[in-house]
């Protein structure tokens, strides 16, 4: 059972994180707060009895669900059918090398400049728009594959999809990211 | 040969993936440290409710096992204590009691009666038939203590 402090320091250390994931997906920071909200409590209230090593995945479970449910209610308020599956992007890279990306990235390892570092809340704000600009599949699977650190079996647990698609979406949200980061000259 | 070229090379492209991608994640913490004060404050507002409700959910718990533990204990005569173990043993010792008293004095009304008839018995003039009673005469011959 997960005492008041181990409850405690898992939620700090996930707060933000699950804030930013839901906002990329409700882009609403008033509903992403609700939902974080709600999630919490929904794990302290149902699960205060599991061992601390099962939160991360169940807390990102709830968080995925209560999400869901949020489109849903959105969805009948609305009227307004949204298939969020259809917002894979074509894969039509081109000829665009990955590799280009990671040489640009490790050329800029260790040398940041004063300029570099001015600019750096800019370029984090780049790379945050384009990960909310992924579809939303894409995105889930990034998020909590390289984010949250889940492996693929506990991503595709929490999205209730397959191992292979949670590397199919892993691997077109890198490929997206890094095409998108490097068409505006920035290496992450 | 073939095979084991495209094995390399798909590892190669993961292994590839991975790096940009937690380069990318890394960054995207370092953006979520930089999250407003009002939301940094709902957010923790949100953590300590949660945490309330946890605490408030343990207490249930606890509440429960230990009504559950003196309903137990009720009916298997426990309680805390030597008093309270003497109160609940004290009915069923009166009603032992009663159980003894009664036996008692039911036992002295029969005696009493079978007394009283033998005395009548005793007292009243014998009729000659008695004398050719078998068990009257055996009741004669036995020994008196």
New interface residues.
Partial sequence: MAS?KE??DF??SV???A??RVAYAVRD?DAA?DI??DS??R???KY??RPPAELPLLFQRILSNATMDWFRRLKVRNAHVRNFSDFESSDEDGDFN??E??EA?DSSAGTESAADSVSR?Q???V??SE?SQLPGRQREA??L???EELDVAETAQVMGCSEGSVKTH??R???A??KA?KAKGIA? | MKNSKATIYKSGQDALEARIAYRIAARLNERAETVDTDISERLRFAREKALEKAQAARNAEAAHVISGGNVAAALLGGGNGWWVKLGSALPLVALAAGLMVIQHLHTQAQISVAAEIDAELLADDLPPAAYSDEGFVEFLKTPRD
């Fill in positions: 008041d409850l405690s939620l700090k707060e933000k994180r804030f930013k920071d707060l974080v909200q919490m409590i794990l302290a209230e205060v009895d990955i590799l990306t990671l990235l809340a370029i984090l704000l790379i945050e990960v990034f998020t594959r390289y984010w892993c691997s949200a890198v490929h990211l890094a980061l992450p």
